[in-house]
């Protein structure tokens, strides 16, 4: 077939302003990967891999990347690449109906290409332009933006706080008469204070809110501070920043896997990881969190990835974009795997080497043993002859479990895993404040290119729309955004933001991105057509969608979305709304307090889960009554007469 004209290549709202490009390939693509690989790749993947049968949990991450993640990847790249516009032109283009799907909920000019207005005016007779489009991907980008920035607020301050020897983490401080250590740092763990205690000072109720942390207030600042810098043109300066903030994080890794695979525990760490227990694939929840892993870890449907597209040339290979982007996201979350579980050894082999020596010490002491005379090598060899000979006195000892798989069964994902385990790990390697500084620059870098799609997702569509006037330079709607971004996020520098944090969380994206991704997949495939979807992807790439794209957009991928979020419902169902407090008199302290949600905060949650997607239902409403107007104005436009006389009768009615 002919390939029609390509989309009008002019900046947001069709005026003289040329929209932005990519300098080249691979700034476009290292933008896409920062944006896909974060902070889920280096603490949610392995503690997945590790609870989910090792090698086993790969066979589901596989499937769900191939059914799943690649065909929504290639819709969101293909649809912004070829309409060139954020998330509210892309679904408004596609159908009006749709306007929910992408933005903000308000009355705005839609700037579109022709080809898409035109396409508008068959949908819709007599559609001239003004759209009602809805809060979608920019809601939840914005809420996501904000706890995930908090996130790199607390990173900023461990990043911080590595600079100095030893490690602030690494001992109790004293207390308050400067006799002894602190109670509640002796009662759990160095480690644990300075997180629960000196950086969070978190409360022991969500209810109480207590006061604004100066600190962390500082360090969220900051935080907004470089995202502003560095999205203050859009992807002209994010095109820049991209060169580090996406590369350096591979560096660090690298550096971290040569260290950790030299430490001694590392193999053991990587054989407990990926040695594979194929009976834990009858659970349906490791499908549902495999399927899960893999939608967020893409970032989909948030519209960054959209936003992204819409700056490449009309005529990019796509597919090829789609397929390499999506691999090299699942072969990071494998590699920072590697690394991490290396290092996680190596500290499981190190606690158990020093549960041991406790032991040793309690049968020496016990049994007149002469100093060093029983070695770690010797000690069940020891013990087993002490129990068949002693068995009483080896009973009256208060001896712990000594078993490797035991340690390093305590993982944890999220903060838990950052600033708990993998801090206490680092605590223990030669160089700590060294291998500190390395790691939450890591992070740091890694959650920033982030938050360059999560910007984008937000900035991208309110220019495309005209919400502000073009006399308003990029810098001051970037910096607008930001601080509102910053203002609205010191909530979580609270003595309970922790809590809150947690909720936003488990109850902002999850479901929202389900719906939000569903509503895209039909929409291209139902809405638009597969048809019409595969004669722009020709025009594009110059050829067409093969079979397993199309199977996978008309049948699979909304299968599968449909079913994970009626698995992901029914399993919020039957979880309670309730979290863990860290309180000091809690009489199982250092263990956290499961207590249940106020019934403010559970009504919260729920506003929280629905809130995004109901604008849209809400916008095709809005939609569908602006047409029924038209169609009556339309009547009564053709029927004079007829409507002089109703007014009359109504006006007698009066």
């Known amino acids: ?44 993947f392995p503690y997945l891999c590790q609870t989910y049968g090792g090698g086993a949990f790969l066979i589901p991450y596989l499937i769900a990347l191939v059914l799943e993640g690649i065909p929504l990847f290639h819709i969101e790249l293909a649809i912004g690449q070829r309409l060139r516009r954020g998330s509210v032109g892309v679904w408004k283009a596609v159908s009006p109906y749709l306007g929910g799907v992408g933005q903000a909920g308000t009355w705005v000019l839609c700037g579109v290409n022709p080809a898409s207005s035109r396409r508008w005016r068959q949908a819709v007779p007599g559609h001239s332009g003004v759209c009602p489009t809805g809060l979608g991907c920019l809601t939840v980008s914005f809420l996501v933006s904000l706890y995930y920035n908090t996130v790199l607020t607390w990173v900023l301050w461990y990043f911080l706080n590595s600079f100095q020897s030893p490690l602030p983490w690494g001992s109790c401080p004293l207390d308050l008469n400067r006799t002894g250590l602190e109670a509640e740092c002796q009662a759990s763990s160095p480690v644990s204070y300075f997180w629960y205690r000196q950086t969070l000072n978190i409360t022991a109720d969500i209810s109480d809110s207590g006061s604004v942390q100066g600190r962390l207030l500082a360090c969220l600042a900051a935080a907004w501070a470089i995202v502003y810098l560095c999205v203050i043109r859009g992807i002209e300066s994010t095109g820049k920043a991209i060169y580090f903030t996406a590369l350096f994080p591979y560096l660090v890794l690298t550096v971290f896997l040569i260290r950790g695979l030299t430490l001694p525990g590392a193999v053991r760490g ?35 990835h959209i936003a992204f597209a819409s700056y490449n ?110 801090t206490e790990a680092i605590l223990h390697m030669p160089g700590a404040p ?189 939609q569908l009554l602006a047409e029924c107007r038209r169609r009556k104005d339309g009547w009564q436009a053709r029927n004079p007469v007829l409507c002089v006389e109703h007014l009359d009768c109504e006006q007698g009615l009066l």
């Open 1 to 44: 077939m002919a390939c029609a004209q390509g989309p009008d290549p002019l900046g947001a709202g069709g005026g003289g302003e040329r929209r932005p490009r990519w300098d080249n390939r691979l700034q476009y693509l290292l933008s896409c990967i920062g944006f896909a690989v974060g902070l889920g790749n280096i603490w949610r």
């Open 270 to 304: 990587l054989t407990y990881l990926f040695t594979p227990d194929v009976q834990v694939l009858r659970s349906p929840r490791v499908w549902l969190d495999a399927a899960t892993q893999i939608f967020f870890s893409l970032s989909l449907a948030f519209g960054g």
């Open 313 to 422: 040339p009309p005529r990019n290979n796509c597919e090829k974009d789609a397929v390499t982007i999506a691999l090299v996201n699942s072969m990071t979350s494998l590699y920072a795997s590697i690394a991490m579980f290396s290092v996680l050894g190596f500290k499981a082999a190190n606690d158990h080497g020093r549960c041991l020596d406790r032991n040793i010490l309690q049968l020496i002491n016990a049994f007149d043993l002469p100093d060093q005379s029983v070695s770690r090598d010797d000690y069940a060899a020891v013990l087993t002859h002490l129990n068949a000979t002693q068995p009483d006195r080896v009973a009256r000892l208060c001896l712990e479990t000594c078993r490797l798989e035991d340690f390093l069964d305590k993982s944890a994902s999220g903060t838990g895993l950052a600033f708990i385990i993998f």
């Open 434 to 622: 060294g291998w500190a500084v390395l790691f939450f620059g890591m992070l740091f870098t890694l959650g920033l290119s982030s938050m360059f799609g999560n910007m984008e997702s937000i900035i991208t569509p309110l220019l495309d729309v005209g919400l502000v006037h073009r006399s308003v330079p990029k810098e001051v709607l970037s910096g607008l955004v930001c601080l509102v971004c910053f203002l609205s996020a010191t909530c979580f520098t609270l003595q309970s933001g922790n809590y809150w944090l947690e909720i936003f969380d488990n109850y902002v994206a999850p479901l929202d991105l389900m719906v939000l991704a569903f509503f895209e997949v039909v929409g291209v495939a139902y809405v638009y057509g597969v048809q019409r979807f595969g004669d722009d992807i020709e025009c594009m790439t110059g050829r067409r969608p093969g079979l397993y794209w199309r199977v996978t957009w008309r049948v699979v991928s909304p299968l599968l979305l449909l079913t994970i979020f009626v698995a992901y419902v029914a399993v919020l169902a039957w979880t309670p709304l309730s979290y863990r407090a860290w309180d000091a008199q809690y009489v199982r302290f250092p263990l956290r307090q499961e207590k249940s949600y106020p019934g403010w905060v559970q009504a919260t949650c729920v506003l929280l889960c629905f809130l995004p997607t109901l604008w849209v239902p809400a916008v095709a409403l809005v």
